[in-house]
């Protein structure tokens, strides 16, 4: 996962207490937190866009810049060194990947300020109108969140405490801005109100980040943006299917975005941005609000002094308002007798209220003994009530458990079916057989069309990586002549075997399907025959003292009247079940599979062989 550096003297300042290094590195650890330790970071400031990029005493100033991709080796300020804790991000918890959240976090785990925080949100002074057409299927990111953040005041921690905790958001929820994008905004060089929309990718023109300048002559089109712009050609990909682009406008028409690519170099964030306007953009509502909450209340936290406005947005459907951000909390209950179950220690009611309220819940005991708690909107991770039980263990240490035996101890062993995998592992490598391993995944092509089968009645994969990986196998006869096929060049004769499950269609069975162990082997010589794969059936057939019947069997891919079936009992035409199918592969196939030597091939269904 990303190592993101916290800068250690604005974590302390937003902590308010002064924590021992060693001791705040243990507080990190028991609250979650994977950390490497402390680190000085060297610093420069891109000339083109103001970003500060950080870099460790073993690496280099980047080539180009992260935020807008111009020229930074050329064209940078050194700033002074920053001394960092450096930690891998915890994607449950995005709400830490920042100073300020952090802080937060730490000053409840503390004991210094429990509870649930509040953010009031004033009503807003700002709209944003979304045009119908994102909505349309051949348009994209029709989710829209935005918030209005006053009284701010940066410096260079500060402006990059901003721009990570963007970055970082775009890895943990966005998935690399597919679900979510965020934009920030300086909201004294716009005027309102806004509006989302869609335009022409080659007729509509702006000037992005970095360009160089903010005159027409640097302005490029959408469709040249994603051609030739770094940030383009990094996220072409998400706009490619599409003929509209989404564009982010002010009343005035200048240009705010195009979300998720670039932002304007007209309304770039400078340390003299006294006001933000933030929105997220993404593919749902609830995506793009719980990013919002996230990215806003944590620059609440590490801004002190700001103040955050919400935003009124109409539309993208007639009629439809709300006003972002949010803050209502998720109203959940918690049984205390069931975290003491899942934790292994005593915890009463009022036990569980106190410790969720270290972790920045509201939580009280109600009338019926159960604990009603109220989740802040920035916690991303809490879905479920042993999300709630968590958080009651991290409060109480898990460091504080003692440790103890389990009270009963068991031996593991072997499946049955293992067993029988093992015994016919042994068996084919004496008779001087290789094992292979082949793939579950496969395609009708390979599998049937390759054994001259009609197509078989199979698990298909709903959305398949690839052509060729489409549907499970029922057979490892086809893994077997696959095999032969790609090792055409090598010597004469070739044995191989191969052990695996197959999945059969079955209604009766809970999902609809079934895994059993087969086991396949086959010989490609200039001389193979019905009489030595016969042999090699009857020796397994004695090993696993399966008695059986073998009749005639006609079908591919086998030759008629060299081919036979193992049968289980007195072998009545009738029977479904078969131990072994073995036989001469039809000259046709081998054809077909580019093969111009005998093949013979051998089945068997080991669960039936074993009786299991």
Known sequence: MPVVGIPVKRLRTLLGIELEPADLLRQLGHLGCDVEGFTELARVRCAACGAVHEMTAQEEIPPACEACGGDLRSKHEELAPLEVVRMELLAVRPDMFDPGGLARALRGYLDRETGAPHYPVVPPALRLT???????????????????????????????????LQENLHWAIGRDRKHASIGVYDLDRLTPDFSYT????????????????SGAEHARSLREILEHHPKGMGYAHLLAEHRAYPVLKDAAGQVLSMPPIINSEETKVTLATERFFIDVTGLAVATVTRTLHIMTSSLLENLPGTTVEGVEILGPGEGERRITPDFRMQEMTLDAGRASRLLGV?????????????????????????????????RND????????????????????????VPTFTVGGARPQAEAAARARTLLCGLGYLEIMTLALTSPALHDDLLGRPASPAVKIANPASSEQTMLRTSLLAGQLETFRRNLTHPLPQQIFEIGEVT??????????????????????????????????EVILREFGCPCELVPLEEAPFMPGRAAEARPGDGDAGEERWALRFGEVHPEILERAGLQNPVVLLEGDLEILAGL
């Open 504 to 537: 059969l269609l079955e209604p009766l069975a809970e999902t609809g399907a079934l895994d059993r162990y087969h086991l396949a082997c086959g010989l490609v010589s200039p001389r193979a025959g019905f009489e030595e794969i016969k042999a090699v059936a």
């Open 130 to 164: 979304v045009d119908a057409r994102l909505g349309a299927r051949d348009s994209y990111r029709p989710a829209i969140a935005c918030a209005v953040l006053t009284g701010v005041r940066l410096d260079d921690d500060a402006l990059k405490v901003v721009m990570k």
């Open 382 to 405: 809490i879905l479920h009530e042993v999300d709630l039980i968590e958080d009651v263990g991290i409060a109480y240490g898990y460091h504080n458990i003692p440790p103890s035996l």
């Open 198 to 213: 869609v335009e022409d990718p080659d007729a509509f023109r702006f000037v992005p980040l970095g360009a160089g300048g």
């Open 346 to 378: 005593p915890v009463s009611a009022e036990r569980a209220a106190e410790l969720l309220r270290r972790m920045r819940h509201d939580a009280a005991v109600d009338a019926r003994g159960t604990v009603a708690v109220r989740t802040p909107a920035y």
